[in-house]
């Protein structure tokens, strides 16, 4: 990540968040051996309420039949600012939390600005 990342994991670039119009990610994680069925469980616990949020368009999660405690994230929000206030959120501090042990490596994302 960049000097200019901010977030409160540092994990979203600052041209990012100020964006007025849609923002998308594509992320990918991997669990650690062992600790698969712990992160898909705090997965699964946060995909309703993060569907429920203001902003979001779209919050799709999907896995690799051949990569076993694989995941592959795609979101999309109306702007910045619901992104933020997404990982914002009480419940996304305590997913953030739970997962920190669990990832094998470093989570992988790509910033997307839709072109519609």
């Not at 100020?18 to 469980?41: C, F, H, I, N």
């Not at 616990?45 to 999907?62: F, N, P, S």
């Not at 994230?73 to 501090?93: D, K, T």
């Amino acid at each position: 990540m960049s000097t200019d990342d901010t977030t409160p994991d540092g994990l979203i670039p600052a041209a990012v968040l100020a964006s007025d119009t849609p923002v998308a990610v594509y992320g990918y994680a991997r669990a650690k051996a062992g600790g698969e069925g712990r992160m898909l469980g705090e997965i699964q616990a946060i995909i309703g309420l993060t569907r429920k949020e203001d902003g979001c368009e779209q919050y799709v999660v999907h896995t690799t039949p051949d990569q076993p405690g694989a995941f592959a994230f795609y979101e999309r929000w109306s702007s910045g600012a619901h992104l933020l206030a997404h990982v914002s959120q009480p419940f996304m501090q305590t997913y953030f939390a739970a997962i920190a042990d669990l990832v094998e490596g470093e989570l992988e994302a790509h910033w997307l600005h839709p072109l519609s």
